[in-house]
């Protein structure tokens, strides 16, 4: 099927990390996808991905991602995100709170061939953490 840059970026947002949907990491990343910003402990491949997006929607089952703004040049888009869910399961050995959670977040993708190969993405995990009540409120 042939996608634009942006369709790709979008479908990665809504569709792989918006509702888990874990089967469309092959289709949409390259065999050699990198992940210039992992999570400390897990590949920075489509293996790895694939890994954060159990231990997410396992810890947030009802993990929703909205796209809040996207810009393309050439074969990088930017999209910036926001994040919500509750915490019913265990992240990273922190035991679910049951709190709901808002956050911001930005990835941009670099895309050959209608495939996703390098993404960076930032998510504001202390404002998370503070949600959560596992954090200090900073004024």
């Not at 042939?2 to 949907?21: D, F, H, I, P, Y």
């Not at 995100?81 to 956050?103: C, F, V």
Request: aromatic share 6%; glycine share 10%.
């Amino acid at each position: 099927m042939n996608r634009t840059n942006l369709e790709v970026a979008r479908l990665v947002c809504e569709e792989v990390w918006g509702k888990g949907t874990a089967e469309l990491v092959d289709e949409l990343y390259a065999e050699d996808y990198v992940d210039l910003n992992p999570v400390p402990g897990v590949p920075a491949n489509r293996e790895g991905l694939k890994m954060q997006l159990g231990m997410y929607h396992q810890a947030f089952p009802d993990l929703s991602v909205t796209v809040e703004d996207t810009v393309a040049d050439g074969d990088k888009i930017v999209v910036r995100y926001t994040i919500q869910g509750t915490h019913r399961g265990e992240l990273m050995g922190i035991p679910a709170t049951g709190k709901s959670g808002e956050i911001a977040g930005i990835s941009m993708v670099r895309l050959a061939n209608g495939k996703v190969v390098e993404e960076f993405s930032l998510a504001d995990m202390m404002m998370l953490f503070q949600q959560l009540g596992l954090a200090p409120e900073i004024a």
